[in-house]
């Protein structure tokens, strides 16, 4: 079965480190979203990514945070430095960009900061 | 365990025409339970969540879905459809009292014929 694949699946830090969060998305999949789900504000939509270009990451507070696309097998999302608002599940979505994509969602990193 | 089922991968009604979206879920707590949406090459939407107040949950767009404990269930309902409404929709579950443990169903495509 293919999937996305998100690490690690669990992370607690202390305020002012640096996180990174890291996506594989599904072999052939060209679109990538970043998402982070909290109690209170459900699901933000932080960065997308098409053919490993940002095309939209206004969701994304620019000052901390950071996306990128090293290759078309590996998203990673920094946090430097961490701040305990932070605390969140973050998600990666993959997909393959048509008419009616379809994402696919890792099973989410718990970020937790202290 | 938590899990969340859509029972249709794949749905297609005519404009005008009722719309059902089965969704099932397990959880060994009281859960919360969200409908997103999400439209071709779009980021996801909320339509509306429940998180132990009414069982009937109106949304946006004129989507409502009904929290039934017994058939633990939690079906989106649209009276009529229109074409806008063409999309991926996904169930997604989650404890109350917990972000860490938020499962996605596996999304329903609706079709909407003219």
């Known amino acids: 079965d293919a999937r996305v694949t998100q690490t690690p699946r669990d992370k607690v830090t202390e305020m002012g480190q640096e996180v990174t969060m890291r996506c594989q998305p599904i072999?052939?999949?060209?679109?990538v979203f970043w998402y982070r789900q909290t109690m209170m504000q459900g699901l933000e939509l932080l960065a997308y990514?098409?053919?490993?270009?940002?095309?939209?990451d206004s969701g994304m507070p620019k000052d901390r945070f950071s996306a990128e696309m090293p290759d078309a097998t590996l998203a990673t999302l920094k946090i430097q430095p961490s701040e305990p608002r932070d605390s969140a599940v973050y998600f990666c979505a993959s997909g393959l960009h048509r008419r009616n994509e379809k994402l696919f969602f890792g099973s989410g990193t718990q970020l937790s900061v202290l | 365990a938590q899990s969340v089922t859509q029972l249709d991968s794949h749905v297609s009604v005519s404009e005008g025409t009722p719309v059902l979206l089965r969704c099932n879920y397990s959880s060994s707590y009281s859960p919360s339970l969200f409908w997103y949406v999400q439209h071709p090459n779009k980021g996801l939407q909320l339509l509306l969540k429940?998180?132990?107040?009414?069982?009937l949950v109106k949304g946006i767009n004129g989507f409502e879905a009904e929290f039934k404990k017994s058939e633990t269930s939690f079906h989106l309902t649209k009276p009529s459809a229109h074409m806008s409404d063409a999309a991926e929709y996904f169930c997604?579950?989650?404890?109350?009292?917990?972000?860490?443990?938020?499962?996605f169903g596996s999304g329903t495509r609706l079709s909407i014929r003219p």
């Open positions: 990514f098409r053919n490993r270009a940002p095309l939209d």
């Open positions: 072999l052939g999949h060209n679109t």
């Open positions: 997604v579950v989650s404890l109350y009292s917990s972000a860490s443990k938020i499962i």
């Open positions: 429940y998180t132990s107040a009414a069982t």
